[in-house]
């Protein structure tokens, strides 16, 4: 699972890095955005599918090597993904889990957990400054979305297009209308 996750990372970053010049230097929260959706895209179509009957999470009352219980993962977690399903929240919560837990990975536990935690906690902040936005700024981010999106490959418009539709992005409902109207376009 970690080599999915780094594979995931990187394509996410070279689709990131691979914006035309225009999309790169419009607002910096939907190059954010774009970025969140990317990897979160990919990681979920690169992903190994869970086998059926999976051992149960390994229960630990704090990560070997660092002072972080699960349970503040999962409050992380729950708190940060609100948007996403339980089901889907359980299973950022275990893939994360056996990642810290793997013993290859002793050395680098406490970069894993802090990592995660700034980008959930950057997903947060976005959602939410996404619902607070007014109505003529989302007409803004939809129509920006739309310019970023042109640029694109068709199979990369349908991924985002899924991801919308599947409510994988932090955007609010009314926004990911707008979003998904403008991939249709």
């Not at 051992?55 to 630990?60: E, K, L, R, S």
């Not at 070997?64 to 940060?80: F, H, S, Y």
């Not at 990642?99 to 935690?117: H, K, T, V, W």
Request: aromatic share 6%; with cysteine; glycine share 6%.
């Amino acid at each position: 699972m970690r080599a999915v996750l780094w594979r995931a990372s990187l394509l996410g970053l070279v689709l990131a890095t691979s914006l035309p010049l225009r999309a790169q230097a419009g607002d910096p929260l939907l190059m954010f955005l774009l970025g969140v959706a990317r990897e979160m895209v990919i990681s979920h179509a690169m992903r190994d599918p869970a086998p059926e009957g999976a051992p149960a999470i390994a229960p630990v009352e704090v990560y070997p090597g660092t002072t972080v219980a699960p349970a503040q993962l999962k409050r992380l977690i729950d708190e940060c993904f609100a948007y996403l399903s339980e089901a889907q929240r359980r299973e950022i919560f275990a893939a994360l889990h056996a990642g810290i837990l793997d013993p290859r990975n002793a050395a680098i536990r406490g970069s894993m957990i802090e990592y995660f935690a700034q980008r959930a906690l950057a997903v947060r902040a976005v959602r939410e400054r996404l619902a607070q936005l007014s109505p003529q700024e989302k007409e803004r981010v939809a129509a920006e979305f739309r310019a970023a999106l042109a640029a694109m490959a068709p199979e990369d418009q349908d991924r985002f297009g899924d991801a919308l539709r599947q409510g994988l992005l932090p955007v609010p409902d009314d926004l990911g209308q707008m979003l998904l109207a403008a991939l249709e376009r």
